[in-house]
């Protein structure tokens, strides 16, 4: 077999590098922005790994995954039967107007809680016996505030591990959809899940509860994103590094300690115009979730305030549950060349990453140098360049837009993918009438791939473009913006070409025309260039238009000679 797979993959590899002729064969593979190199097709299964192999223990068919909600979404969805489902709050909602009204008790439940107030929460609610995660994230919340004291929050939770009875409840929750939010690449987000348990594991340690104890008293939230493949690999390569985790403390049977991962939709890749392509997004993550294994899933609304929304995030589980045939089987895509490679490289690359963490101190000390925040600020950035190049695309945003549609809600999350373009767009709305958002591409030359870029980038954030036919010569040009009448143009040419027909002499004080340049970029906005900031700089273009009442203000065409 392993001959004959051989004999096939020599087979394949010869006819594919016909069809790229003078291509190199890494033109079509790709990069994850963890720089994990993702092939055309794979194989071979992974090498052996120090990793090992887990998953739930029985189908989601025996044990299925609960729903979580959210308090204002819940009165919307009690059913008979469904009583014993996920009841999600977040932390900024007070519990006690939800909590008062359940008659039920050992109902389930997601609730995080202040460090400091999470004792006295228990306290008060314990006649309620409630199961689940009722817990606090003391990294998370230092993570968002330095001036947190994490000493006095362990020595806060400490006597939660003697008192409480509720053997199965966990009490530390470690949330590593705060770095994905800020984000952080799939790798980052283990590395982080790991650390943070690693250093609750250690504090508590020393407040003399074992590590097998703290262990257990531990759930995990990740935030499932779109790239398919990925999100189920990162679930898969985070259950193996739980056990490795807990090998290095010596934890006998560590794989009897599974841990509880909640997962819930990524808010980072969500857009607020085309809003049902939302609803699309959610369907693909969640179905990454639950391959990956997750044991509870909150699905966003499309929608936030809307009851349609919160009833089709509802009907999605429905359906994934009981139509799609996922429920049956545990690990459904183990086995798969591609996605083994995938999650040991993940597992791996997240390991060098918690070691380097480790190394540094720990994930406490990591976040007071803000050595972790600065690595995560970086891929942050890249993700914004690739965007901007057209190597992501935003759905709605920077690629298929509805240029007609303007946003019907408003999402809060200014780390989404999609902000900076919906931010300028929003202010060129608000800034030029409808017929002054027309742009012309002034072709120079024929490079499709410029051509495409700067009409991506301008339709992004509002314009209508056009494109002129190819102009050789000056005279070409000026003829042209005779007898047309856009309201701005930009000139798609080549330095070497501006120079020659000392064309940016020629249009200075013309505030219409901006350059596309192939060098470095200049302050000045009338020029562009694709190795920049590009909507930095579309942005301070339509700020020297203010004063222009030419551009700003919805008056008949003129015509220009």
């Known amino acids: 077999m392993k001959q004959n797979e051989s004999v096939l993959e020599s087979a394949w590899l010869s006819l594919a590098k016909k069809t790229l002729k003078d291509r190199e064969w890494e033109s079509i593979c790709s990069q994850t922005l963890d720089s994990i190199k993702i092939e055309p097709l794979y194989w071979k299964g992974v090498d052996p790994s120090l990793f090992t192999r887990t998953h739930r223990s029985s189908p989601y068919s025996e044990q299925p995954w609960r729903i979580a909600l959210i308090p204002e979404d819940f009165s919307s969805y009690q059913r008979d039967g469904e009583e014993a489902r996920f009841l999600y709050l977040h932390e900024n909602i007070k519990a006690s107007p939800y909590l008062e009204n359940i008659i039920k008790k050992d109902s389930y439940f997601f609730i995080k809680q202040s460090s400091l107030n999470l004792a006295s929460f228990l306290q008060k609610y314990a006649s309620l016996q409630m199961k689940g995660i009722i817990g606090s994230d003391p990294l998370g919340e230092y993570y968002a505030s330095a001036s947190f004291s994490l000493e006095k929050a362990y020595d806060e939770l400490l006597p939660l591990f003697y008192i409480d009875k509720e053997e199965s409840r966990k009490l530390l929750i470690v949330d590593a959809s705060t770095y994905e939010n800020d984000g952080a690449t799939a790798t980052q987000q283990l590395a982080s899940a790991i650390a943070v348990a690693c250093d609750y594991i250690d504090a508590f340690a020393k407040r003399g509860i074992s590590p097998e104890q703290t262990a257990k008293k531990i759930a995990f939230t990740f935030s499932i994103s779109n790239e398919f493949f990925q999100e189920i690999a990162k679930i898969r390569a985070f259950r193996a590094l739980w056990i490795h985790l807990l090998e290095c403390f010596h934890i006998p049977n560590p794989t009897s300690i599974l841990p509880h991962i909640h997962a819930k939709t990524s808010s980072r890749n969500k857009t607020a115009y085309m809003t049902y392509t939302n609803l699309l997004r959610t369907t693909t993550e969640s179905l990454s979730a639950l391959l990956g294994g997750v044991d509870s899933l909150y699905i966003e609304p499309y929608e936030r305030n809307s009851l349609l929304g919160v009833r089709m995030a509802l009907n999605l589980h429905h359906i994934l549950y009981y139509e799609t045939g996922i429920s049956y089987v545990l690990d459904g895509g183990g086995g798969s060349y591609y ?135 000056v005279e070409d040009l000026k003829s042209f913006l005779k007898e047309d009448f856009s309201s701005f143009y930009i000139l798609c040419g080549k330095n070497e070409l501006y120079k020659q027909f000392d064309l940016p002499s020629l249009f200075q004080f013309d505030k219409r025309i901006v350059f596309a340049v192939d060098e470095a970029p200049r302050k000045s906005s009338i020029f562009l260039c694709k190795e920049e900031d590009i909507l930095s700089k579309v942005a301070l273009f339509i700020e020297t238009l203010k004063g222009d009442e030419a551009c700003t203000k919805d008056l008949p065409s003129k015509n220009r000679s």
């Open 339 to 473: 996605l083994e490679n995938l999650t040991t490289e993940f597992a791996e690359k997240a390991w060098i990453h918690f070691q380097a963490i480790e190394k540094d101190g720990g994930m406490a000390n990591t976040l007071e140098k803000g050595t972790w925040q600065r690595k995560i600020a970086i891929i942050h950035e890249k993700e914004q360049r690739e965007i901007q190049k057209g190597n992501i695309a935003i759905v709605g945003t920077t690629d298929y837009i509805s240029e007609t549609e303007n946003p019907p809600l408003f999402i809060s999350n200014e780390n989404r993918r999609a902000f900076p373009y919906e931010k300028l767009r929003s202010r060129i709305l608000a800034t030029l009438p409808s017929s002054k958002r027309n742009i012309t591409l002034l072709l120079l030359h024929k490079e499709q791939e410029e051509i495409e870029f700067f009409s991506r980038i301008f339709t992004s954030v509002g314009f209508t473009v056009q494109e002129s036919t190819v102009l050789s010569t």
